[in-house]
Structure formats: C-alpha cells, structure tokens
C-alpha cells in the first residue's frame, strides 16, 4: 500500500467556482466533501494514465465504475486512491478490471450509444483503514422523478490533481433510454445547477432512504459541464440492481 504525499485542505470558498463552468471533470456546481466524512471511504478516485473515473466500493476489494472507464485500460495502467480521516490519500493496485461481457458503444447521429455500461474492479490490496462498502437498493418508486445524490471526483489542479469528492443532486426517473438501447435507465434532470462531468463517469447515483445512503445508479452518459445553466443537461445512469446478477457471480454477499 502507497501513501500519496497530498493532504487535502478542510475548507473551501464556495464562491470561487460556483458560477463558472470550468474543466475540471468533477460535478459541477458540486459541494465539496470534507476528508472527515466516511463517505470519503465509500467512494474512490479511479485514476489510469488514460484518464479518471470515480468507483463505488461494494466490499473492502471490490468495486463498481462503468465500462467505459476500464475497456480500453488494463489492471496494470489503474489505481484505486481513497484519502483517510486525516486526509491523506492511499493508493491500491489493481488485481484485475472485469469489464461486462455484453458491453458495446457506438457513435450515432443522436449521441453515443451504450450498452451494460457496468464493470467491476478488483483489488490486489485492501485498504489499512476502514472503508465503507455502499449496498444496492432498488428503484421500483421511482416511477416519478425523485431527487438522488450524484457523486465524482475530478482533476482540480488546486488539490495537485488527486481530486476532491464532490456532491451534487439530480432528479431521476426510471424508464427506457434511446442512448441506452432502448433498454431501462436512470434519466436524470439538473435540479440546483448541478451536473455530472466527465471524471463522474463510473460514479454512484445514491438514494437516501432513513438516513442510509443506497446505491441505485452507476453514472454513465452526460451532456453536462457545457450548459450548466440550461434546462437542457441530462444525464444517464445504470440501474445497479439491474446488474446484481452479474455482479454476483464475481463478489458475494452482495
């Protein structure tokens, strides 16, 4: 297990990037999450030398991300980096990248196109602290639109590109996406100026039920980060129950 020298600082000035769209792949107009919070330990920065995704701890070895973010990668190129208490950022190599079997993406003239945009990451190592692995929830109320939590990192040269864990909300709505195959998905609206961008991808949708946090989404597609100020952002996300099969062929007790 590495330590990466980058200490994250506690305090931020909200005003200094929550009206402009800058390109930093993080959520935007998203809170900052404090190195305090355990949710800091339930969600990790998924960095390669091809980019960053965010990935969502389902035991202390393995992880949930979007295909997308490990099909062109191999486990060797991919680290898994999760900060402590204290802040401090951890880094795990990587045992393998399970990229689902079925998963395709193609250009077309109405955007991109994917199909079972889900992947697991195993670990070669555990963490030396303790982490916090996130449990699937269903999504069978959301029929209507229903507020979720989004979450990512992002390069954000102030913290030295190791990231920083941001919030946002979305109202989401279960039904068939045309980007999604026609095949069932989280449709997601902007609600508070917040938006998913490109380092979110891989990333939890999360639904609060009694103050628990549930898992129901994997980020997948956005037009976000470029209009920020319009009606128009949507975002697309991967129903995690509906890959729990497959998902337990790999990792039990799920």
Known sequence: MRILLCFFISFFSFGSFSSVVRNYGRVE?????????NINRSIAYMYSSTGLCTATFLTTRFLLTAAHCTYK???AAVEIRVRDEKGTWY??????????PEFRMEKTSIGTKVFKDVALIELAEVFPFK????????????TNAKQVSIWGYGKSAEWNNAGTLRRGTMMAKVEAQELFYGRTGLSMVMDKNNALCGGDSGGPVLN???GFYYLVGVNSL???CTNTNSADVTSKAEIAINHRPWIRSYVTGI
């Open 29 to 37: 107009n998203g809170t900052p999450i404090s190195a305090q919070s």
């Open 222 to 224: 956005s037009n976000g």
């Open 208 to 210: 609060a039920v009694d």
């Open 73 to 75: 990668n191999s486990a």
């Open 131 to 142: 982490i916090y692995p996130m449990r699937i929830g269903n999504v069978s109320e959301f």
């Open 91 to 100: 880094a795990a190599n990587v045992a393998r990248l399970i990229t689902h």
